[in-house]
């Protein structure tokens, strides 16, 4: 694989936490999230982490968006080591990953307005050419400009999900780290989403990391599968290989659970 | 505006928020137009009527020299109200500032500036209080500064507890994935987001330190003349309790009743703006 | 707090009276062999002593208490220039008038039971000597070089230059028991047990101290005086509030208070000339007056050619400008026209005061009313004089302005005396009806009178000062004194040097009157003060204490001769003795 | 839990230290003299400058803070007062037992009070009841103390000659029986400890409402009832006990506040503590008397805080069970 083709590399990544405990006067201990773990993304694909919660997997897209430091390990993007660059080169790189979190009411400042919160994510002085972006960006996610002067807690559940996808798209990143984009949602919104992402994805040819529980979710947008049990890699596989044959004993029984197999 | 608008008729539902904001909006109101509002010349002396009783022409009374005292509780409303709220605003800055930084830089500045904290709150206030303001001719400005300057770390605690949950919210997270500066992130990601708190803990701070400067300038120790608070006017009615007893009941009941107002006014804003109750915020 | 405050007034250690004390009731009279000892004292007073100790305590209650446990050598009189025996039986001045031989009483003891001698009196002078100790009446021994026990019951007092005060000096102070203080050391003095624990040779003693509550002073059985004291024992009770203390007073729980509010002590009269009630009242001349006082020179040049100078520069007086305001002479007399010192009166003490207007002390045997040049209270001759100095409205704002400047200034006070502060607001309106911008400052005491007057970084101040018992005026006006804080307005005059040297060291009263006459006339028509007035005492005492003698010196004179009917006996005189 | 208390205990140490200290250099810095207070106009400056001597007010600033910690540290001496002469250990310890007597019994009677009136009003909540009662902790948490003492002192002590306003004896006190003693103790108390406590009664009355509210509307109450447990036990057994909790922290900071509280009310009703103490020390520049009273003050302060984290641990079952693990 080149390195055009790689856009995410993750060596060796260990994570731990250090727990205060639910003791008032006891010492720390150290939990461990992820155990070298290693894994590539490529270009244009959508890479998914399934796993059951607590299982390391959001610690991996914590970790690359910078918001966890690990033990050990690098994860390299675009072929650079994120931890090692300098600070201005980093925050370039890294309007390049954009998160989108599963809670769109924690995710979005119920201080700005729709407008303001895009605005925020554009980087240009130009005023004028904001507006502009801002609009076609609330269009691309099916939004229209009525909402532009509202309040997060003016919006439905499914506007508020839309608006943080266009917040992430706002800096035209290469890579969208989507933690359970679609969990916190009902069924119906659900799927609207998921067809946007389906067709963001084919509209602008950005990289998915998909973190989920909801196989469901994976089997429609992954083309890559890994799974994670207890801060360990257990398996990965190509999507159609991992739902009909797969080789760990636990993603045979995650599948069960599932009921999709 | 339109926010403000929207907070000023949540708290006109409730009846605490009604008296609350009703005396506090009375008495800015008193102090504001003391000029316009008062009877008399507030040091105009009238040694003819010296110390009497409150009659048709004097509401409240006159003091030893024959000054009104309406007046003079007018005016010294401009004093006690001014220092109330020139220390609050003094105590909110610095504590927020210290709380915003030490919530949201975390690690080892947080440690040492919360430390700096717990070691003043350790501070017996009160007797700092007596020594610094007993020190020079204490004007208003002194008062206001040192009561300003030994109140802010409750404000700094509260702050920087919100500030800690607030930076975990999704929407920093969001924000600084976005490359935007931790400067711009901590002026309008989480300031705005602890400004309800803020807003709650100043409110309440304002009639802390009315009543804090009452009670030095009660005990002499507070403005002096010719400055006149309300702690100061009560002090001149301690000569002769009994025989002058309009000058004290006046001048407590300005400080009771304003005390009252900002914290009724403070529980109404807390029930509005509680950041627990996140959808309830304009 | 107005107590404390009160240990900032400086005063010189002095007394006196007048006995005019405001009763007209008639009362019952006793002769001698209606006395009968036994009883209480409760007084009520707002301080706690500093300590027992005569050598280390400076406040009033202090000394109230001292008085009380302690003799001296001979106790002045009510005149104010003649003494009365006490440890001493007589005295003789040598011929060359610089000695003095005392002799002592040989049947006086101390309070723990040893005998008191020439040992104690020899002792207790070289302690008032101890530049260490920094005893507070030391100027009264400067004039003397040695006191020498010639046997256990005679002391002759050596003195450097002849004076008319010998006898003063030499008397003044408490004597001390030599065989308990001789071990420690002088440093250790105030801080010694000692002044908790005082052992002196006068009628009471001190058996009981609750801090901050009460003393209980107890007859002394050994004292020499046959058959006194009369009562058992006296009570101080320590109630820091004086509106608290006075109630205490009407309630009955307060036999003796001084200090009673003007307006509550009028009040008090009336009822007792009534009939109505049996707490006495005393009013009568006190010990403290009240001024204000003109800085004479630029306080901001003082600063820069002190600075540049430095005190020791024998050119400095030279190099002093005078103030902007307060240099003019004409200006001081104008001002001291356009303040109304009765309204003054009239206001701060419920008219208990008598207005002053030159510098000698109405209590002393120097004054003479008609010495001073009198300044009467006239808005238009005020006026006049602001006139002729240049000071004009121009600008029709009812401020005097001249040359572009406006008459503006500030007159400071301590902080903590409400009558200094009340003074000042009358003061700033009437001085606003001449046209005077006058602004009343109130400074903490430490500030004031440690670094204001010291580095005389101020236009005016009213303050009050307590009088001594010895004619002196070195401190305030002297041009020795320019420098120390006392002289704080910088006056200086040769006339008035001249005037006081002579005054001082003239035996001949009648002389040495005509000096302080010139003096008052010097100060008076001079004005480097305003002088507002001088303060009554307001003192009340249980009328069934019989034998009572307050005068200008005070209410503590004969305590020891004080008694009580038994028909009269209160609850308070069962006080179980302890 | 050992490592735990001695941790603290050297940062409360710390706290101390660097709180007394830098209350020395506040005060030294500040203007004023206290040789003052001893001029007389006939005063020689040899004479003012052996009492500054005598003081050691003559030493460089840092000398003088070097004495004064050597001498606190190695001899527990705070030097004597300016004012008497006393040692300042002496004064302080006369004047604390009043203070501590008073501060306490306020604490009890505002803590006694303020519980009873929160849980009454957390059981009917939204009653007319619990308005009239939240009203009224409004107004004694809004009036100030001096005032209160005020208007007290005027009715009871003055008007109706009921109860003493001043002193903490009578002074009949010595040749009362024992309980007789006790009771003028009492009856010289009533008044200041109302002051204190009707003011403080509404902090700790408005946090134990609120806190009691939350706690009544929390699952295991709600299933306790479903379950038919009497109300009584629901109130004192599950409520009570959840709803105090918290108060046990905001004890301990309370503490400075009722310090300074009783400042006020010591002068307004002349009692013998540490109120009197410090108004005179600090109008009278008696550095001796505030380093030591002030630092009483932090030790106090320090205390409370240390009572109420042990306090809390005690209280709370699941600290407990951490301590043990």
């Given at each position: 694989m080149d390195n055009k083709e790689l856009i995410l590399r993750i060596k060796e990544l260990s994570i731990s936490y250090r727990s205060s405990g639910s003791s008032f006067w006891g010492s720390k201990e150290e939990i461990v999230a992820v155990n070298d773990v290693s894994l590539t993304v490529r270009r244009g694909k959508t890479f998914a982490i399934v796993g059951e919660s607590g299982s390391g997997k959001t610690s991996i897209a914590m970790s690359i968006l910078g918001f966890v430091k690990p033990v050990s390990g690098t994860v390299e993007f675009n072929g650079m080591n994120l931890f090692s660059l300098e600070a201005d080169k980093r925050r370039k790189t890294m309007r390049l990953i954009q998160p989108v979190f599963q809670d769109a009411n924690s995710a979005l400042n119920p201080r700005m307005t729709v407008e303001t919160s895009l605005a925020d994510s554009i980087d240009t002085p130009d005023q004028l050419q904001k507006r502009e972006q801002t609009n076609s960006l609330l269009r691309s996610?099916?939004?229209?400009?009525?909402?532009?002067?509202?309040?997060?807690?003016?919006?439905?559940?499914?506007?508020?999900?839309?608006?943080?996808?266009?917040?992430?798209?706002a800096p035209e990143p290469?890579?969208?780290?989507?933690?359970?984009?679609?969990?916190?949602?009902?069924?119906?919104?659900?799927?609207?989403?998921?067809?946007?992402?389906?067709?963001?994805?084919?509209?602008?040819?950005?990289?998915?990391?998909?973190?989920?529980?909801?196989?469901?979710v994976v089997r429609i947008l992954a083309d890559r599968v890994a799974v994670m049990r207890s801060g360990i890699l257990v398996e990965e596989a190509s999507c159609e290989k991992f739902f009909s044959d797969p080789t760990h004993p636990y993603s045979q029984e995650l599948l069960e659970n599932s009921g999709i197999k | 505006m339109n926010a403000f608008k929207n907070l000023i008729s949540q708290l006109w539902k409730s009846p605490s928020g009604r008296i609350g904001l009703i005396l506090v909006a009375l008495f800015s109101l008193l102090a504001l137009g003391a000029p316009l509002l008062s009877p008399y010349d507030p040091i105009k002396q009238n040694l003819l009527l010296k110390s009497s009783p409150p009659s048709i022409s004097h509401l409240f009374g006159t003091d030893l020299f024959g000054r009104d005292i309406l007046s003079r509780l007018l005016y010294g409303a401009r004093v006690s109200m001014g220092i109330g709220l020139g220390s609050a605003f003094l105590a909110?800055?610095?504590?927020?500032?210290?709380?915003?930084?030490?919530?949201?830089?975390?690690?080892?500045?947080?440690?040492?500036?919360?430390?700096?904290?717990?070691?003043?709150?350790?501070?017996?206030?009160?007797?700092?209080?007596?020594?610094?303001?007993?020190?020079?001719?204490?004007?208003?400005?002194?008062?206001?500064?040192?009561?300003?300057?030994?109140?802010?770390?409750?404000?700094?605690?509260?702050?920087?507890?919100?500030?800690?949950?607030?930076?975990?919210?999704?929407?920093?997270?969001?924000?600084?994935?976005?490359?935007?500066?931790?400067?711009?992130?901590a002026m309008r990601y989480v300031l705005p987001n602890v400004s309800g708190s803020i807003i709650v803990s100043a409110t309440l701070l304002v009639g802390t330190m009315i009543l804090v400067e009452a009670s030095l300038s009660y005990l002499g120790f507070g403005v002096q003349p010719p400055d006149a608070s309300w702690g100061t006017i009560m002090n001149q009615g301690r000569i002769d309790p009994l025989g002058t007893w309009w000058i004290s009941a006046s001048a407590g009941s300005a400080i009771f009743l304003s005390l009252i107002g900002f914290n009724l006014l403070g529980d109404s804003l807390r029930d509005v703006l509680d950041p627990r109750t996140e959808n309830s915020q304009s | 707090?107005?107590?404390?405050?009160?240990?900032?007034?400086?005063?010189?250690?002095?007394?006196?009276?007048?006995?005019?004390?405001?009763?007209?009731?008639?009362?019952?009279?006793?002769?001698?062999?209606?006395?009968?000892?036994?009883?209480?004292?409760?007084?009520?007073?707002?301080?706690?002593?500093?300590?027992?100790?005569?050598?280390?305590?400076?406040?009033k209650n202090a000394k109230d208490a001292i008085s009380l446990i302690y003799r001296r050598l001979a106790d002045l009189n009510e005149d104010l220039t003649t003494f009365s025996p006490q440890l001493a039986k007589s005295w003789e001045f040598s011929k060359d008038s610089l000695s003095i031989l005392f002799n002592l009483r040989t049947d006086v003891k101390w309070h723990d039971g040893e005998v008191f001698n020439s040992e104690d009196v020899v002792f207790t002078f070289n302690l008032h000597k101890n530049d260490l100790l920094g005893w507070e009446g030391y100027s009264f021994k400067e004039n003397i070089q040695s006191a020498v026990a010639r046997n256990d019951s005679t002391v002759i007092f050596y003195f450097s230059e002849k004076s008319p005060t010998l006898l003063m000096d030499a008397v003044e102070g408490y004597i001390i028991p030599e065989h308990l203080l001789s071990k420690i050391p002088v440093e250790e003095m105030e801080s010694s047990t000692y002044s908790r624990n005082p052992i002196g040779t006068g009628p009471f003693r001190l058996s009981e101290w609750k801090s901050q509550q009460s003393l209980t002073l107890s007859k002394f059985s050994g004292y020499y005086e046959e058959g006194k004291p009369r009562l058992d024992a006296i009570v101080i009770q320590i109630i820091p509030d004086n509106i608290n203390l006075y109630r205490q007073v009407l309630g009955g729980d307060i036999d003796f208070m001084e200090n009673v509010p003007p307006g509550d002590f009028n009040k008090l009269s009336k009822q007792w000339n009534e009939g109505n009630s049996n707490i006495k009242p005393y009013n009568f001349l006190g010990r403290g007056y009240e001024f204000i006082g003109w800085n004479l020179i630029d306080p901001e040049n003082y600063s820069q050619v002190m600075e540049a100078a430095g005190d020791n520069d024998p050119n400095l007086e030279e190099l002093l400008k005078p103030h902007k305001l307060f240099g003019s002479w004409k200006v001081r007399a104008a001002l001291t026209m356009a303040i109304d010192r009765n309204t003054i009166i009239d206001v701060v003490t419920n008219g208990l005061a008598i207005p002053m207007h030159g510098p000698i002390p109405l209590i002393m045997w120097a004054y003479d009313p008609n010495a001073n040049s009198i300044w009467e209270y006239d808005v238009e001759g005020a006026k006049e004089f602001l006139g002729d100095a240049g000071w004009k409205d121009t600008d029709g704002d009812g401020i005097l302005d001249k040359d572009g400047t406006i008459f503006s200034f500030e007159m400071v006070t301590n902080a903590g005396n409400e009558e200094r502060k009340q003074a000042l607001t009358i003061i700033q309106q009437q001085l606003l009806e001449v046209g005077i911008e006058m602004t009343p400052r109130v400074f903490e005491p430490a500030l004031l009178f440690g670094r204001m007057l010291p580095s005389r970084n101020l236009d005016a101040a009213l303050l009050g000062w307590s009088v001594g018992l010895k004619m002196e005026l070195t401190p305030l006006f002297h041009s020795s004194?320019?420098?120390?804080?006392f002289n704080f307005v910088s006056y200086r005059s040769q006339e008035f040097d001249d005037l006081e040297n002579a005054a001082k060291r003239e035996t001949r009263q009648a002389i040495a009157q005509k000096h302080w006459n010139g003096i008052a006339k010097l100060l008076s028509w001079e004005l480097p003060y305003s002088w507002l007035y001088y303060k009554t005492e307001t003192t009340v005492i249980h009328s069934r204490f019989k034998g009572v003698k307050v005068d200008k010196r005070g209410a503590f004179i004969n305590m020891e001769e004080w008694w009580i009917p038994f028909e009269e006996r209160s609850d308070h005189d069962m006080l179980a003795e302890n | 839990m050992l490592a735990y208390s001695i941790r603290r205990l050297i940062t409360a140490l710390l706290t101390l230290f660097l709180g007394v200290s830098l209350t020395f250099f506040v005060i030294r810095l500040a203007p004023g003299d206290p040789t003052d207070r001893f001029l007389t106009p006939s005063m020689s400056p040899k004479v003012k400058a052996a009492i500054t001597e005598k003081l050691g007010l003559n030493e460089p600033l840092p000398i003088q803070y070097m004495t004064w910690v050597k001498n606190v540290i190695i001899d527990f001496d705070f030097g004597d007062s300016f004012a008497n002469g006393r040692k300042a250990s002496t004064v302080i310890m006369d004047a604390l037992p009043y203070t501590l007597l008073l501060s306490t019994l306020s604490l009890l009677f505002g803590l006694l009070l303020g519980t009873v009136s929160g849980v009454y009003s957390a059981l009917r909540v939204g009653t007319p009841v619990d308005r009239a009662i939240t009203s009224i902790l409004m107004f004694f948490y809004s009036v100030p103390s001096f005032w209160l003492g005020l208007i007290l002192l005027g009715i009871f002590s003055i008007e109706l000659n009921w109860l003493p306003g001043s002193q903490i004896t009578s002074i009949f006190h010595e040749r009362l029986s024992f309980f007789g003693k006790i009771g003028d103790y009492a009856a010289h108390l009533i008044l200041p400890v109302l002051t204190l406590g009707l003011t403080t009664a509404p902090v700790y009355g408005r946090f134990v409402r609120s806190s009691m509210v939350e706690v009544l509307n929390s699952d295991f109450i709600v299933s306790a009832r479903a379950r038919g447990l009497s109300e009584r036990k629901i109130v004192f057994n599950y409520g009570l006990r959840n709803a105090l909790l918290p108060l046990i922290s905001i004890l301990g900071t309370s503490f400075p506040a009722l310090f300074s509280g009783a400042v006020i009310v010591e002068v307004i009703y002349s009692l013998p503590g540490m109120g009197r103490v410090m108004v005179d020390a600090a109008l009278g520049r008696d550095y001796p008397i505030i380093m030591a009273a002030s630092a009483v003050a932090f030790v106090a302060v320090i205390i409370g805080n240390f009572l109420a984290d042990i306090g809390y641990a005690v209280a709370d079952p699941r600290v407990r069970l951490g301590d043990s693990s």
């Open positions: 996610v099916g939004l229209s400009s009525d909402h532009m002067g509202k309040y997060p807690h003016q919006l439905s559940g499914g506007q508020k999900q839309r608006l943080c996808i266009a917040r992430a798209l290469e890579l969208l780290i989507l933690d359970e984009p679609v969990s916190a949602q009902d069924l119906s919104i659900q799927a609207q989403i998921l067809s946007l992402l389906l067709e963001i994805k084919k509209a602008k040819n950005i990289t998915y990391l998909l973190i989920s529980h909801d196989l469901n | 909110v800055f610095l504590g927020s500032a210290v709380g915003l930084s030490a919530g949201f830089l975390r690690g080892g500045i947080d440690t040492f500036l919360m430390r700096i904290v717990d070691l003043l709150l350790g501070f017996p206030k009160f007797f700092i209080l007596l020594l610094v303001v007993g020190l020079g001719s204490p004007s208003i400005w002194l008062t206001a500064t040192v009561l300003g300057a030994l109140s802010w770390m409750e404000i700094a605690r509260v702050v920087r507890g919100e500030v800690v949950l607030i930076r975990e919210m999704n929407y920093v997270k969001a924000a600084t994935a976005l490359g935007l500066s931790p400067m711009n992130i | 707090m107005v107590r404390v405050l009160f240990i900032f007034l400086f005063l010189f250690i002095s007394c006196d009276k007048n006995d005019n004390s405001s009763s007209q009731r008639v009362e019952k009279t006793y002769s001698e062999e209606d006395i009968v000892n036994g009883g209480n004292l409760i007084i009520g007073t707002t301080g706690e002593p500093d300590g027992l100790n005569p050598l280390t305590a400076h406040t004194s320019i420098f120390i804080p | -």
